[in-house]
């Protein structure tokens, strides 16, 4: 007896006794009959109503698993829903009522079969209880849906959802809408469901398997169904998108699409290969074995001493330690043990795919022909609307869904191009293509576009920033296969693909943005795991060996690279430190500007984007450092487990550190030449027969060489044998290397003083030179005062003499005198070095110069200490002595200021705006100046992938960036490197965010009972009960009984046709009901509104499906939108009482709304109101009507203003 309760205890036993009511009151097997068929009870359908209210409000609701736990044990899905749905026969597509069943059944399947994740925070005692019985569940719900024989269940879903999915977008309702995603997520279901890691399913796992799943899609239609879907993806299918991505996610993952496109012939070659080659590593492990293995039987033990170099014995037991010293020493360090630091268990879902997946013939046949038929048709479609509801961050649009779209895009690429080889071998030299053939190449174009490279980017550097490294890992691998993909569009020998790949490759490598995130990358891998890390060496080898080939042809290559243009406040003082005394100040010392300019400089430092000349030497220098190196050498130690070209790609690596940039010393580490050695001589070596007689080969040559190298280092610097324990910088290395330390010369050009300007730009030129005069003697530097007046007065004597020499050739030539000519200019020449220096620093003295007239000889040239000043020649000689005039009036006369201003006071910086002058732009003149005012670039030209406006102004990001002094002795911003706690935090937020968007698409499965009460004679008896009871109603209080009239607001011949039941539509709109019910409002604020299902319509239980996806995709798509709004139904312009609800003949709920229209005045009284309210003179308020909206179109007319 207890033993029968002890499974009671893990669910209450009323919800368990109701649950089994219901159950066994959906039906059965008769015992009766002999046909042996399942009989529905006679209230079937409210059962399975019931039952779906009891997941959604008990299950979901309180976060508990009882009445899935129920429904598992008495097996629901397989002894009942499986056998009504085998009720319904293609042939009897027309039975209204059998196909509400269908959907009934299929609405309590999908909460059953969808995934159930865990989480750590949410997870009670009652989910660790329930788990792995579901778990288990689920297996056998996926087992008899694919695998039943009496009806095609699969088949019979789609059968449901096809009415609505051929009505075209603009005529779907709601309920067509939650009809179709409620079967894309059953079909989503049956494809994730998989045994569970730790979980042992006790049943046949062939029957579960991706073979079994991909014939069961084939055989039922599904894949047709899903190709139709992605085909149309953008005119009829909108929302859909991310289910469609997850089906092919979980149908495509781990498969190797290198196998799918070959030969039967060709794929028995490549299993015998692999067979062989187990088998050859298998004999290996065993040759290293046996060849120190014991020699003396197996009865006769052996025990050891070993005499250590302290004098210590230590004792050593197993015949293997009579073999050699080598031996002995192994065999002590076997013995060792070392307690590694305890780390916090990381989460191992998002770790690994799972296992590669092999599947039978004919499932590969199947799958293959779908591949073909899916890249053909709806690759392009698809992928082009994933892209941009993930570009801009629609609402239906999950963090998984990222991950899954670059991962699907890079299988993809990756399987055209293998399908390309594959064609290639078969068609005969002889055949030409033909003209009418479609390009390859094209019908992969929707993610080889500018907008993909730049969402490429952004996801890039998103995720290293936020240490999302699942999401980084898929990210890298779409990166390597679109490099891969353009390599092969390169050398197609077709002239418009190699164009296009021209440009594509221009764009990947014009930013030096991404540069940097490669080689950041490669330098920071630390414990992500192998596929992290094999994702990270494939994606730098390509990108280095594909970007070497680009630079090698186009010598000229420019990358974009956006820098700071301010140095360093230190670097400037010591440069005024040293130039301390000679009367030089620099511009940061200088302070010519008050505090509010002082805050304007404390702001960030303006940007410059510039464009340079790409050197591959250069850039190639950023992989040299150790941290690279480390990974790649973490990568070399699966050297066991490594295909031939992933040890091809290391060794490309070394060799190009060792010899290419002459850079072995990096390599020059004890654990690293331990690996390299061990790889050829070591007791585990790499096997030729295993990896390739030319890639072992390889290996020992490079392995020969740097052993080499690195005994020859050694007798040259002794130093180097203390290096062989640690790591080693660049510099280190150079020296090394070298013997001498490598010299660096900066090639910074000097800037001249800061460009000031008046605060007061209305002051006249006296007040201005009097300012500037006031500020050199409050700062003792009369020289410059002194220079400036000499030069005038020198240059106003020569230039007076000029003037009456040319004066007296024209009264001899003409008999007067005319206009004269420009004078030739007059070269200012600087007395000493020092004031040469100032000239070029003091940006007081540049102002005065530049207030009297001076001016630079070659003013569009860069400025330099040795540039040659000017008097231009149209100063004529009474300018040069009004100058001096107002020079000397302020030297003797100093300006004065208010409230104890100084002269200096009056000055500022001149801002980087104003300093820029605007230049005109050329027609060829494709320089980039339209930049956003924070830096960045819009991420798409005009009309470019979206339509769409933004709502609102765009707010600023705030990047955590860090500045590093390049080479050119300027700031380089780059974005720094958050720590734990701080990625902890982001990726909390984003699963918070990303659990809010599952509940919702969660709570959009279901649908409202009402959707199926649309019979004509219960509608026409309803309607007529209700006329009578209003009728009777009103007879009570006193008010005449008059004829029905339609309520305010609605066309009367649709009211009428409504009532007699003459509405041509069936059913009502379908609505989602959200996971938790709001609260009901108060019973005072429904007035006395009667309680009926025509009212219950708009109930807060009930939410319409996909209306924000919906909405979203209609501001998207403008023309969508036009070519699908319904024509606008005509509206009456009667008052209209404010809070009285009416349907009309669509079903859609409107709100009529107190409305003061033309041609009726306050003082008019409503019918139906009693007269005791016209005693009443009160004003009548006028609120906004509320539109009434379909499916997020406005179905209002303008008639009404």
Not at 18 to 30: D, T
Not at 272 to 277: N, R
Request: include cysteine; charged fraction near 35%; hydrophobic fraction near 35%.
């Amino acid at each position: 007896m207890e033993d029968n309760e002890i499974p009671n205890d893990t669910v209450h036993p009323e919800v368990r006794a109701h649950i089994n009511s219901l159950v066994s009151a959906l039906g059965g097997f008769s015992v009766d009959s002999d046909d042996d068929k399942y009989k529905l009870g006679d209230d079937a359908l409210e059962v399975l109503r019931d039952l779906k209210k009891w997941i959604r409000f008990y299950d979901e609701k309180t976060n508990r698993m009882d009445v899935a736990r129920c429904l598992a044990e008495a097996n629901i899905v397989c002894t009942d829903l499986l056998q009504i749905l085998a009720l319904w026969p293609p042939s009897d597509n027309d039975s209204k009522y059998r196909s509400k069943i269908a959907l009934a059944c299929y609405e309590l399947m999908v909460p059953l079969t969808w995934p159930i994740e865990k989480d750590p925070e949410t997870m009670t005692v009652n989910h660790h209880r329930h788990l792995p019985v579901l778990q288990l569940a689920q297996l056998n719900y996926k087992r008899a849906i694919i695998n039943f024989d009496a009806a095609q269940i699969l088949n019979t879903a789609i059968r449901v959802a096809l009415p609505s999915m051929a009505l075209p977008i603009g005529d779907r309702t709601a309920r067509d809408q939650g009809i179709i995603k409620l079967i894309l997520y059953f079909l989503r279901n049956i494809a994730m469901i998989s045994p569970p890691p730790g979980v042992n399913y006790e049943g046949d796992e062939s029957q579960i398997s991706r073979s079994a799943l991909i014939d069961a899609f084939s055989f039922q239609d599904v894949f047709l169904t899903i190709l139709t879907i992605a085909s149309n993806m953008g005119e009829d299918f909108r929302t859909e998108d991310v289910i469609i991505l997850e089906i092919l996610f979980h149908l495509l993952k781990r498969v190797d699409s290198s196998k799918l496109f070959v030969s039967e012939k060709q794929l028995n070659k490549i299993k015998t290969d692999e067979l062989t080659e187990a088998m050859n590593k298998e004999a290996a492990m065993l040759r290293s074995y046996n060849k120190k293995a014991p020699t003396r039987h197996s009865r006769f033990g052996t025990m050891i001493w070993v005499k250590r170099e302290s004098g210590r014995t230590v004792t050593v037991s197993g015949q293997d330690a009579l073999l050699d010293p080598a031996a002995r020493e192994r065999k002590m360090d076997s013995t060792k043990t070392f307690k590694a630091p305890r780390r916090a268990r990381k989460d191992e879902a998002d770790k690994e795919l799972g296992p590669l997946v092999n599947l039978d013939e004919r499932a590969r046949q199947q799958l293959k022909e779908f591949v073909s038929d899916f890249l053909d048709s709806g690759f392009n479609p698809l992928f082009l609307h994933l892209q941009r509801s993930i570009d801009r961050e629609a609402g239906h649009v999950l963090e998984s869904h990222k991950a899954q779209f670059f991962y699907l895009v890079s299988w993809f690429l990756e399987a055209e191009r293998v399908r390309q080889q594959a064609n290639k071998d078969q068609k005969k030299p002889s055949q030409p293509a033909s003209a009418d053939e479609v390009n390859s190449f094209n019908l992969v174009a929707a993610v080889l576009q500018p907008e993909m490279i730049i969402t490429l980017n952004r996801y890039l550097d998103r995720s290293y920033t936020d240490k999302n490294w699942p999401l980084l890992t898929t990210v890298m691998r779409c990166y390597t296969q679109i490099l891969l993909t353009i390599q092969e569009m390169t050398d197609s020998g077709n002239e418009e693909d190699e164009e296009i790949a021209d440009n594509l490759l221009s764009n990947l490598f014009y930013e030096q943005t991404t540069h940097d995130a490669i080689a950041n990358i490669a330098r920071t891998y630390k414990d992500q795991g192998f596929e992290y890390l094999d994702a990270c060496t494939e994606l730098t080898h390509t990108f280095l060996r594909i970007l070497e080939a680009y630079s090698k042809q186009n010598v000229d290559m420019q990358v974009r690279s956006r820098r700071r243009t301010r140095k360093k406040k230190k670097a400037k003082q010591a440069e005024v430190a040293a130039n301390a005394g000679s009367g030089d100040e620099d511009e940061d010392l200088v302070n010519p500007v008050s505090d509010d300019d002082d805050e304007a400089d404390a702001r960030k430092a303006e940007h410059t984007t510039q464009e340079r000349k790409f050197n591959f030497a250069q850039f190639a220098t950023r992989f040299l450092p150790q941290g690279v190196v480390d990974t790649f050498v973490k990568f070399t130690h699966f050297y066991l487990d490594l295909s031939p070209e992933q040890l091809k790609r290391a060794h490309r690596y070394f060799y190009r550190v060792a010899f290419k940039h002459e850079m072995s010393p990096m390599l020059f580490r004890l654990d690293i030449v331990s690996l390299l050695y061990n790889m050829i001589k070591g007791p585990h070596p790499l096997d030729p027969s295993t990896v390739g007689k030319s890639v072992f080969k390889e290996w020992e040559e490079l392995v020969k060489q740097i052993i080499r190298k690195c005994t020859k280092k050694l007798e040259e610097r002794p130093a180097l044998f203390v290096e062989l324990l640690f790591s080693k910088e660049k510099q280190t290395a150079f020296y090394l290397e070298y013997g001498y330390e490598k010299q660096t010369s900066s090639s910074t050009n000097p800037r001249p003083g800061a460009e000031l300007e008046f605060k007061d730009k209305m002051l006249e030129k006296a007040a201005q030179i009097a300012i500037v005069v006031g500020v050199l003697l409050d700062r003792n530097q009369t020289e410059w005062l002194e220079w400036v007046k000499k030069t005038l007065q020198e240059t106003e004597s020569e230039r007076r003499a000029w003037e009456a020499a040319e004066q007296a050739k024209q009264m001899e030539s003409t008999g007067g005198v005319g206009l004269l000519p420009e004078a030739p200019y007059t070269v200012i020449h600087p007395s000493n070095d020092k004031c040469r220096t100032a000239m070029f620093k003091n940006p007081h003295l540049r102002l005065l110069m530049k207030l009297v007239g001076f001016e630079r000889l070659a003013p569009t040239l860069d400025e330099t200490p040795d540039s040659v000043w000017i008097v231009p020649g149209r100063l004529s000689a009474y300018d040069l002595k009004e100058n001096l005039d107002m020079i000397n009036k302020a030297e003797f006369e100093p300006p004065t200021f208010e409230a104890g201003e100084l002269a200096e006071d009056q000055l500022r910086r001149k801002s980087a705006a104003t300093k820029a002058a605007p230049r005109k732009r050329a027609a060829f003149d494709d320089d980039d100046d339209d930049l956003l005012d924070d830096g960045e670039e819009p991420l798409f030209p005009v009309g470019g992938p979206t339509a769409r406006k933004p709502d609102g102004e765009r707010p600023k990001k705030l990047r955590r960036k860090r500045t590093t002094i390049n080479s050119d002795g300027e700031e380089v911003e780059e974005v720094r490197e958050i720590d734990d706690e701080e990625a902890a935090e982001r990726a909390k937020a984003r699963k918070q965010k990303q659990l809010e968007k599952l509940r919702k698409i969660k709570s959009e499965m279901y649908v409202r009972a009402s959707d199926d009460e649309s019979d004509e004679e219960a509608d026409r008896e309803f309607f007529a009960k209700e006329e009578e009871r209003r009728q009777k109603t009103k007879a009570a209080f006193g008010e005449p009984t008059r004829e029905k009239e339609k309520p305010l607001g609605v066309e009367k011949s649709a009211w009428e046709r409504l009532l007699d039941g003459d509405d041509d539509e069936d059913e009502d709109d379908v609505v989602v009901e959200k996971l938790m019910p709001k609260p009901k409002k108060a019973a005072a604020n429904r007035g006395s509104k009667r309680k009926s299902d025509v009212a219950d319509l708009g109930s807060d239980e009930d939410v319409d499906m996909d209306r924000d996806d919906d909405e979203e995709e209609n501001t998207a798509d403008d023309e969508s939108e036009e070519s699908s709004t319904p024509p606008p139904a005509k509206r009456t312009a009667k008052k209209r009482k404010p809070s009285k609800k009416v349907v009309d003949e669509d079903g859609d709920e409107e709100m009529a709304s107190a409305t003061q229209t033309s041609d009726r005045t306050v003082g008019e009284k409503d019918d139906g109101v009693d007269e005791d309210d016209d005693d009443e003179d009160l004003p009548v308020s006028a609120p906004v009507r509320r539109p009434r909206v379909r499916a997020g179109f406005i179905m209002d007319s303008s008639d009404d203003e």
